[in-house]
């Protein structure tokens, strides 16, 4: 596979789950129509990349074949990284039947690519493995049906450790790509992560809570928030609020470490610290405003963490000025953003709720008041 270049190393790209499936629908139907054993396949992707992919695990029966192509993510952190993905190929009476087997999931709520009640296979896969069987159907000049089965053993196990419970899709995984390769460290996966959330939220609510990730779930839930408005941002809080406003929602509550809502005060909305910084010239800036002595801004420029620098401005007894100001500033940015009432809580795990902005409190009652 190819590589991309990112913070400041090459990074090996992958392919994705569809990718997988497609290469495995054309070999199994491939290897029914000609009645010869196959090793490895070629195929473009939607994207237009040729890749040859191996077949593992090849089955034949009487009436039908089937076969296997193991996921490679690359050098992204993916939970299906390794697994078989299997396609089995069987005569059919006419046309092309596509289902998903043991381990692909079946949506069960609104607002997602896939109507309620089908496998979760994206459109875009489902039309790659649709043209991989036409392909291999033309190459053998074969004009019956073929029905198609997605199937992958793992999926129901590798399930439980992605977002597919939490977005309704139940018993297993997707088989997802747009491009058909896996982007390592892909924005573009992340924002299209939030979007199907954002998506599926708009159907029932007016409002949501964004959180980085698991620190801010626990504290948004510890808070009372209800879990089914909490959408995980990662570092992409900035296209969050994009997003929300794109799907007309009312309001947006980030509940945030200070460790990140800091850099939100200095208007930087990747938080990933390859995209910038600033946090400790945030805080300086805005303890030198609310009055803390020099001596100790100079201990806080060089703080490592947010937590260090927040227990010396507590000690100077600058810390609620101080982030009442960051507070205004986090405000002023996220305003400016998006066009919706976004607010921001920000907490430290030692001493809760430091900051918030001045819409928070008026926000977290219209949230309230929607789920009661």
Partial sequence: MDSVYINNRFMEKGFTTGTCAAAAAYGATAMLLSGIDMEYVYITTPDGTRL??????????????????RKQSGDDPDITNGMLIY????????????KGGIGIGKVTEEGLAVPIGFAAINPMPLKAIEKSIVRAC?????TGGIKMTIYAPEGKEIAKKTLNPHLGIKGGISILGTTGIVEPMSRKAFEDTIRLEMNRLA????????????YGRDFALNMGLPSELIVKTGNFIGAALDIAAEKRLKGILIVSHMGKAVKLG???????SHEGDGRMEVLCTAALKAGCPKSELLKIADCVTTDQAFEILRASDCADKTM??????????????ADINA??????????????????????????KEVI
């Fill in 266 to 272: 200095a208007g930087i909305m990747n938080t990933h």
């Fill in 203 to 214: 159907l029932r609510h007016s409002y949501a809570v964004a959180v980085p990730g698991n």
């Fill in 343 to 368: 607010g921001c809580i920000v907490f430290s795990n030692k001493y809760g709720i430091i900051g918030k902005t001045e819409n928070a409190d008026s926000l977290i009652d219209e949230i309230m």
């Fill in 52 to 69: 040859s992919l191996e077949l593992l695990d090849t089955k034949r029966g009487s009436d039908y074949v089937s076969c296997a192509v």
């Fill in 87 to 98: 396609g089995k190929a069987e005569y059919g009476a006419e046309g092309i039947e596509i």
């Fill in 138 to 142: 033309g190459e053998a000049e074969y």
């Fill in 324 to 337: 009442e100001i960051i507070a205004e500033k986090i405000l002023y940015y996220i305003s400016r953003r």
